[in-house]
């Protein structure tokens, strides 16, 4: 099976798809959390307020952070066999992966979509 950029890989979801999404979530996120601070700097009247509030934009930041990081790890597993999938052949090759390599990989990148939905 030749895998390309466009090819589904599941839940008929490309590489390409993943890749968009990472960017458009990753630009999502950063306006959201401009809109966040906008709204929240009018309730920081004193060091106590922000000491309440600043810990609140971490944590909602942190899960933005592995959100993308199980992004790019997908998508980097993906890749890999996109890449070694092209020019080489079915039992490997010089930079290419086995069979058994490309279902490792998969599993894998199932896993971790699973690990994303999960957040």
Known sequence: ?????????????????IAKEIYSKKKEKDGQLQVLIQE??????????AAILVPLIKEYMEIGVKNDEILVKLSSIIQKIIVSDSG?????????????EKKQLLAEADALRKELKAV
């Open 40 to 49: 929240l700097k009018p309730y920081v009247k004193n060091i106590s307020d």
């Open 88 to 100: 080489t052949s079915d039992a490997g090759g010089e930079f290419g992966l086995s069979a058994d």
């Open 1 to 17: 099976m030749a895998l390309d950029k466009d090819t589904p890989i599941f839940d008929n979801v490309s590489f390409s798809d």
